[in-house]
């Protein structure tokens, strides 16, 4: 979430940096989400794929090399389990993966099994936090008569409350959020955020004809959840001392502070619209 | 996780302490989850709803009045859905408990919807951190068939990942994990007790017949979350300052730094062995 309370030149100049940038990128979301497909796993799965890399460059003094080089494919094989409806796919991609980097590591330092076990913590946290998320929302897509439906319902509750959040902050922003974690966030903000969210996936839902009571719960739930997202990628750059996550020379999103600043949201309110599916019984 | 380099006499009488609570609290957890059904339950949810007392004031200037007064009934009936197998009483409970949070906030303090909207953020953090792991594992042990067995399993990979990293911590310890958010936890303690929960869980399924390749990433992941969930609740701590996560007046595990330090690593495991369980669709 970006909420500014200040507002000079600087600013203006980001500003304008991320209206060219949103213009660009929304329209290519928008197309490949229509789409859905083959065309939305070649939208999803880079910005995974850079979304790893930024977290796993964050953490000080232990660059990406290990990791990555096994993390990504395993990131990138659970996906496309979830995309083929292959559980052994997945499943497999995960054992070997995981085991694949204890091996790596184990070989570049002989003398360091702490090391070599610590990049393969560090890499399965990249995999829950971006890989299944990714996979979950590659499966609420692909479902086969209302997956746009609840890709845009995710939408609506990530980006709405995103949006929101920084128009109401600007406007009515007094009290700050979370001044230790994300000093711009409001609670005015978030709250017109929340509202405005519960008003759009309303909408689609009204407009989609699938406006059912059981289903209140995970709408009022999501907006709350694109709040605590936001705020948990703001403590990760926090406790790793970093300002912006983006990988040195691979700013995809000028203006913005990297792929996993506009994801942050995204991967939690995917993963919950997707539990609540499957847990109903729906998926 | 718990894992000492300094021996002296408080940190004795405090292992004391420790001991006595686990000789009563052990037997009555392995009598309750062998009985399974009300038992398990009679156990499972007085464990859970300290645990989110001790999660609500753990945040300071916010205690946890009103929070508790609908987060702990809400809590209460997603677990019970979740046993009686009624999506919609989750369903609802998770929903009318929000709403009644939101309308009680604001009857308490009609000019500060901001602070009712916040209490209602901490009240949800608390059900997704707290709630759903514990109907989780409730559903767990409610498998028909195997479900004592899935619960030994998180059992082993929860407290094996614990106790075998204090002894080892103990022996071997000399690198420090993470320093600033846990000082006692060592890398060698970590790796001796992620391999011995390995083993343990290992074993349990080779016991009963169920040692299959797909459980493989499972059984590998696991433990690796158990630490992740120690220093998860660890890093809570820190964020809000407190040294001790109980309530005052209500340690109920003398020697124990309260419920949320015996059960940080529990809700994580639980959750993924569900989720890694339904996603196949085994469950």
Redesign the interface.
Known sequence: MREGLVSDSAESANLRDRIITASVLVPVAVLASLAGGWLFLCLALPLMCIGILEFFVMEKDRPMQGSSLTGIPTALAIVLGFYLGS??L???A??LG??ATLALEIARQPRR??YA??Q??TT??GI?YLAFPTAFLVSLRNRPEDGLMWLFVVYAITWGTDTFAYVFGRFFGR?KLAP?ISPNKT??G??GG?ICAWVLAFFILLVAGRLEP?L???I??GP??A??GDLFES?LKR?FRVKDSYVAGFNVFPGHGGVLDRIDALVWVASWVFFYL????TA
Chains 1, 2 share one sequence.
């Open positions: 559980d052994w997945w499943q497999a995960l054992g995981l085991a099994p702490d076990l610590a393969v913590g399965l946290c829950l009290t230790l609670v005015e978030a709250i929340i059981r209140a719960p995970m009022v739930v709350f959840l709040v605590g403590g406790i499957v847990s109903s019984g």
